[in-house]
């Protein structure tokens, strides 16, 4: 079969599609075939070496595709079930052996390539919105990076509970796909000269000055300040990534200042550990795109080979939505 691996730690030039041999599902495992995979943040992180891996290192988390084979001792799945994932090995690729214990069902009425596009932008967004801070009626929500995955999705799930969301995006063009998803209000945030201070009067000038319950900042070490700077008095600070750097060390002195605030920083993997939690979101996610009560964007599509194109847009801040890859 063919996969991308990354040959060594580097910019998207490491990225290489390669032959080798079929993985073999093990105990536990199925062996799927490729129907989409997902490009992901953390996918560019392991590439880059931000967080210590073994190279070559076969990239990609997250697809969707077809059962072809079972390894032993799995139960309720069978050869032909379509399936989907967000933290499996290798998914840059035609096969991939997966935990069993990763897939979840496709739902009927929702295609494969759609069903790519979701496991983890879509848990992503509805943990954040769902658990770690319960976006209810009456709640201002500022959301950075409107535009993109996580983005996207998050608005709308967000929008649908109640809350009444402003989103940061780079571009007219990007603030209408925003608005389009359910954002109230967006703000480009390229046009400004000091994030840190403008992104914040103009928050609190769309709270009448109270500032937002929430914001949910994957962008990171450009936004944290302003982040800090929109919360309302014991408002929370989700920072669940670092889109344009990770923050430096914070002083827990401007929490108190700030107005006695929350910051948590969350991770996918810690809301879907067990195998209920996984298939809640996974059903919820999943459900409601087969519904037609959530939109996903596939805003590009690369072939395998391309990978490193994928990944310089990226990268690149060139991307909305979704981006897959296609073997
Ligand atoms: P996006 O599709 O949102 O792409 C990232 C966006 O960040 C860009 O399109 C851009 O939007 C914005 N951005 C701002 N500054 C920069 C910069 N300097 N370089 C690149 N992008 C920049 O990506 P995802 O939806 O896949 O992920 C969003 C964030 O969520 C990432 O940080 C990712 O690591 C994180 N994440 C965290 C998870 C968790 O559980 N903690 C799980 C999944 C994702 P614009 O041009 O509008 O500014």
Same mark, same amino acid.
């Given at each position: 079969?063919?996969?991308?691996?990354?040959?060594?730690?580097?910019? *998207?030039?490491?990225?290489?599609?390669?032959?080798?041999? =079929?993985?073999?599902?093990?105990?536990?495992?199925?062996?799927?075939?490729?129907?989409?995979?997902?490009?992901?943040?953390?996918?560019?992180?392991?590439?880059?070496?931000?967080? *210590?891996?073994?190279?070559?290192?076969?990239?990609?988390?997250?697809?969707?595709?077809?059962?072809?084979?079972?390894?032993?001792?799995?139960?309720?799945?069978?050869?032909?079930?379509?399936?989907?994932?967000?933290?499996?090995?290798?998914?840059?690729?035609? /096969?991939?052996?997966?935990?069993?214990?990763?897939?979840?069902?496709?739902?009927?009425?929702?295609?494969?390539?759609?069903?790519?596009?979701? *496991?983890?932008?879509?848990?992503?967004? &509805?943990?954040?919105?769902?658990?770690?801070?319960?976006?209810?009626?009456?709640? =201002?929500?500022?959301?950075?990076?409107?535009?993109?995955?996580?983005?996207?999705?998050?608005?709308?799930?967000?929008?649908?509970?109640?809350?009444?969301?402003?989103?940061?995006?780079?571009?007219?063009?990007?603030?209408?796909?925003?608005?389009?998803?359910?954002?109230?209000?967006?703000?480009?945030?390229?046009?400004?000269?000091?994030?840190?201070?403008?992104?914040?009067?103009?928050?609190?000038?769309?709270?009448?000055?109270?500032?937002?319950?929430?914001?949910?900042?994957?962008?990171?070490?450009?936004?944290?300040?302003?982040?800090?700077?929109?919360?309302?008095?014991?408002?929370?600070?989700?920072?669940?990534?670092?889109?344009?750097?990770?923050?430096?060390?914070?002083?827990?002195?401007?929490?108190?200042?700030?107005?006695?605030?929350?910051?948590?920083?969350?991770?996918?993997?810690?809301?879907?550990?067990?195998?209920?939690?996984?298939?809640?979101?996974?059903?919820?996610?999943?459900?409601?795109?087969?519904?037609?009560?959530?939109?996903?964007?596939?805003?590009?599509?690369?072939?395998?080979?391309?990978?490193?194109?994928? &990944?310089?847009?990226?990268?690149?801040?060139?991307?909305?939505?979704?981006?897959? /890859?296609?073997?």
């Amino acid at each position: 079969m063919r996969a991308v691996v990354a040959r060594e730690a580097g910019g *998207p030039e490491v990225l290489t599609l390669t032959e080798m041999p =079929d993985p073999d599902p093990g105990p536990g495992q199925v062996l799927v075939r490729v129907t989409a995979a997902g490009v992901n943040f953390i996918d560019t992180y392991r590439r880059r070496g931000v967080y *210590p891996m073994s190279y070559p290192h076969a990239v990609g988390v997250e697809g969707a595709g077809v059962v072809e084979s079972l390894g032993e001792g799995v139960e309720g799945l069978r050869v032909g079930d379509y399936v989907a994932w967000a933290e499996g090995p290798g998914s840059y690729a035609e /096969l991939v052996a997966l935990d069993a214990a990763q897939a979840v069902r496709v739902p009927a009425g929702l295609d494969l390539t759609t069903a790519a596009a979701l *496991p983890l932008q879509g848990m992503t967004a &509805h943990y954040l919105v769902s658990s770690t801070f319960e976006v209810a009626p009456g709640h =201002d929500v500022l959301l950075h990076a409107g535009a993109g995955g996580v983005g996207l999705l998050a608005t709308q799930l967000a929008a649908a509970r109640g809350g009444r969301v402003i989103t940061t995006v780079s571009s007219p063009e990007k603030g209408a796909l925003s608005l389009a998803a359910g954002a109230a209000h967006t703000i480009d945030y390229a046009e400004f000269s000091d994030v840190s201070t403008d992104l914040p009067r103009v928050v609190r000038e769309l709270t009448d000055g109270a500032g937002v319950h929430v914001v949910y900042d994957g962008v990171g070490r450009t936004t944290f300040d302003a982040s800090l700077a929109s919360l309302r008095r014991r408002g929370m600070l989700v920072l669940f990534g670092g889109s344009s750097g990770q923050v430096p060390p914070v002083d827990p002195q401007r929490l108190n200042r700030g107005g006695s605030l929350y910051l948590t920083r969350p991770t996918l993997g810690h809301y879907i550990a067990t195998r209920a939690e996984l298939e809640w979101r996974a059903s919820e996610v999943l459900g409601a795109a087969a519904s037609g009560n959530l939109d996903v964007r596939v805003g590009a599509t690369f072939p395998l080979a391309d990978a490193g194109a994928a &990944h310089e847009a990226l990268e690149g801040r060139r991307t909305t939505g979704k981006v897959l /890859l296609v073997p």
